[in-house]
């Protein structure tokens, strides 16, 4: 409310602006002393600015603005983009990982020459992301994914002397290089069947169109575009290629803020876009996202159940989590009452998964900084030489499978009885199958660790600080989740339910 009354409505975007000076101060400083490699001042900017955009999300998410209650999303520039509680829900998870990944970053990138680069290219894809959760036109979407994605392709090639480094990079970017133009064209048949790109203008024409064919092509291959960036089947097979080659902070990354990023956007496209009571009849995009988020879910959580190498492990759940979180949409249905109360909940996995899955691959970090190995074998005994470490991957482990008394369990009990309220029980029956599938490999590394004898001598020297504080505040985060989720759910689900209205 005091948003609204007593500041300029672009000020709604403090958090991104937060973000994008940042940014803009990194590359200030790198300019001014190019050969600097001062890890503490340029970790420290990153972290101050990240953690600046999540004061200015939760303020702002608190004080209700956006919100139905103070009247409803603020449109800024000519509806091109809308900050409502949704939109500043994201900003908040944004922020939080990059604030992990930098802090992580600190110790991992203490000796590279180009440290200035990557954390200017870190904070300029939390603002794309930003942006992305922000957008209120399929012009504006696109334009803010690239922004999250290019600096993103640079990111996972960012150790130029590994090869699977580069490799992975050159993949991602040929693959998103792909889907991009995959989703531009088919945000263009949208526009040539509705003559608008604004979402609210999109939705009112649909209604009427006379080229319903056009128009489902359309939705379709922008459906494909979003699955790439949440990284859903067909469009998966990038990932674990493009988390095992990048840094294992950049790892944390993508695969927990971009994957936010991306149902961010498709939340807000498919349900006021190419919402259920203006879509021609014909259309079924909930069908399509039932069958990729059982698909997805079934196919990452059994790949993962077959490796060997623990960070690909990490990517292969990744993907499964993702078909999860696809239940947000893929339980809907028109006029339906439940509608905000599933979309929250998957809101609120992604927000739990945003700790728990950053923490992990941030200690898969912490054990290459010690040249432990990434095989499950490698992690035997670990957890007598590092017991603080390894006990908080256990709450990684344990929560990601979504056992009790863990955050994750909370975080998919809710999306599950909101699939079930929903009416979709037996998408509900095949998340919670996939669920405990994945208690299998994420008990080997719990297993590895605690029980099994080590098969040589760890030289863990050192502790560094930036990474063991990562991991900590994740894993703090994770357990903070318990008492805290209420909250958490009950927000999720009234921004969430803002939509419908």
């Avoid at 009427?208 to 291959?221: E, N, S």
Wanted: aromatic letters at 12%; a negative charge; hydrophobic letters at 55%.
């Amino acid at each position: 409310m005091l948003l609204q009354s007593q500041l300029p409505n672009w000020m709604a975007l403090a958090p991104v602006f937060a973000l994008a000076l940042t940014a803009l101060l990194l590359l200030v400083v790198d300019s001014i002393d190019p050969d600097s490699t001062n890890s503490t001042a340029l970790a420290g900017i990153s972290v101050v600015g990240s953690l600046t955009s999540l004061g200015l999300a939760g303020w702002f998410l608190t004080a209700g603005t956006g919100q139905v209650s103070t009247g409803g999303g603020i449109s800024l520039y000519g509806d091109a983009l809308v900050v409502d509680g949704m939109a500043l829900f994201f900003m908040a998870i944004f922020a939080s990982v990059t604030a992990m990944v930098t802090i992580a970053s600190y110790d991992y990138l203490r000796t590279d020459a180009h440290q200035a680069e990557f954390y200017t290219l870190v904070i300029l894809a939390a603002t794309g992301m930003g942006l992305m959760a922000s957008a209120n036109s399929l012009a504006t979407a696109f334009v803010s994914l690239e922004l999250a994605s290019l600096p993103s392709y640079a990111l996972v090639a960012f150790l130029k002397k590994n090869r699977g480094s580069v490799e992975a990079g050159l993949k991602y970017f040929l693959i998103g290089a792909v889907s991009s133009s995959v989703f531009a064209f088919g945000i263009s048949l949208v526009y040539a069947a509705t003559g608008s790109l604004v979402f609210g203008d999109v939705a009112e024409a649909l209604s009427g169109t006379d080229f319903v064919g056009v128009a489902g092509v359309g939705v379709l291959m922008i459906a494909g575009g979003f699955a790439f960036k949440t990284a859903s089947v067909p469009f998966h097979f990038w990932a674990p290629e493009a988390y095992e080659g990048a840094p294992a902070p950049i790892s944390a990354f993508l695969s927990s803020a971009s994957k936010a990023a991306g149902f961010a956007v498709a939340f807000r496209v498919f349900t006021e876009a190419f919402a259920l009571t203006a879509i021609p009849q014909g259309i079924d995009w909930v069908l399509l996202f039932q069958v990729l988020a059982v698909v997805t879910m079934t196919l990452g959580n059994f790949a993962a159940a077959t490796q060997e190498n623990v960070k690909r492990m990490l990517a292969y759940s990744s993907i499964g989590h993702a078909g999860y979180a696809l239940i947000g949409l893929a339980a809907l249905s028109a006029g339906s009452a439940q509608n905000g109360n599933v979309m929250g909940a998957s809101m609120a996995h992604l927000l739990v998964y945003g700790f728990m899955n950053t923490g992990a691959f941030l200690f898969i970090a912490l054990t290459e900084h010690w040249n432990v190995g990434r095989r499950f074998e490698d992690f035997n005994g670990l957890g007598s030489q590092a017991p603080v470490a390894c006990a908080a991957m256990t709450v990684f482990m344990f929560s990601l499978a979504g056992l009790p008394p863990f955050g994750g369990f909370f975080s998919k009990y809710f999306l599950f009885a909101g699939a079930i309220g929903a009416g979709f029980w037996w998408l509900a029956a095949v998340g919670a199958i996939n669920s405990a599938l994945s208690l299998f490999y994420y008990s080997r590394v719990v297993k590895a660790m605690w029980i099994e004898d080590a098969t040589r001598e760890f030289e863990i020297a050192s502790k560094p600080l930036g990474l063991y504080a990562a991991v900590m505040i994740a894993a703090l985060g994770t357990l903070l989740l318990l008492p805290g989720f209420g909250p958490v759910i009950e927000v999720a689900q009234s921004v969430a339910t803002a939509l419908f209205a």
